[in-house]
């Protein structure tokens, strides 16, 4: 892969992110629109959620690097004579 389809991948990956983005914030604003209380209760609890989620996601990615650990000592007798 050369520079130029390097940037070319890169901006797809970009774009579709702030397309993502992009329809999030529409939405809000369609909440904000039709009720304005309910926009404002989900924009100060979000972050505050988000908070209170973090260890669960940290737990996942410790398990998860452990059970990849587990898997690639499992796999390595195989992988050993694979090379042979």
């Not at 702030?18 to 972050?47: D, G, Q, S």
Request: glycine share 4%; net charge neutral.
């Amino acid at each position: 892969m050369n520079g130029c389809e390097e940037l070319f991948a890169l901006d797809l990956r970009s774009s579709e992110g702030n397309e993502r983005h992009m329809t999030k914030f529409l939405l809000w604003c369609v909440l904000f629109i039709l009720c304005w209380p309910l926009a404002l209760l989900a924009v100060v609890l979000y972050p505050l959620l988000w908070l209170l989620l973090l260890p669960f996601r940290l737990v996942g990615i410790a398990v998860h690097g452990a059970l990849d650990l587990v898997a690639a000592l499992i796999l390595l007798p195989a992988r050993l004579l694979r090379a042979i």
